[in-house]
């Protein structure tokens, strides 16, 4: 499952999230965010908000990502393009 945040996207692959028994996302959401993240047949879910609400109520705090990585089944990944990164890392030969 893919959300789309103003500048990121939050990835999970949900497959993980049927033997997870913390569920730990959704309570890092409503604890440090907006809540955004609710329960649906036992994996996280954006689908109860439009494209426009979760736009306007994401605020990108990663809090999901670090509360599945510690307590959960590392199903989160969340890409943060940063203009002018790939470029910058391939003129340090980093790339
Ligand atoms: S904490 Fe991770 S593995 Fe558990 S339900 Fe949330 S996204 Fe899925």
């Known amino acids: 499952m893919e959300i789309k ?5 939050v990835h999970i692959e ?3 999230c049927r033997t ?3 569920k730990a996302c959704v309570e890092a959401c409503k604890k440090y965010a907006r809540g955004i993240l609710e329960l649906k047949d036992g994996v996280p879910s954006v689908e ?3 494209k426009d609400e979760v736009l306007r109520l994401g605020t990108e705090c990663l809090a999901c990502e670090f509360a599945c990585t510690f307590q959960g ?3 989160i990944t ?3 393009p940063v203009a002018g990164l790939p470029e910058y ?3 340090r030969g980093l790339a």
């Open 73 to 75: 089944n590392k199903a």
């Open 20 to 22: 997870c028994e913390s």
């Open 89 to 91: 890392l391939a003129k």
């Open 48 to 50: 109860h908000l439009s």
């Open 14 to 16: 949900v497959v993980k």
């Open 78 to 80: 969340i890409d943060v």
């Open 5 to 9: 945040e103003k500048s990121s996207t």
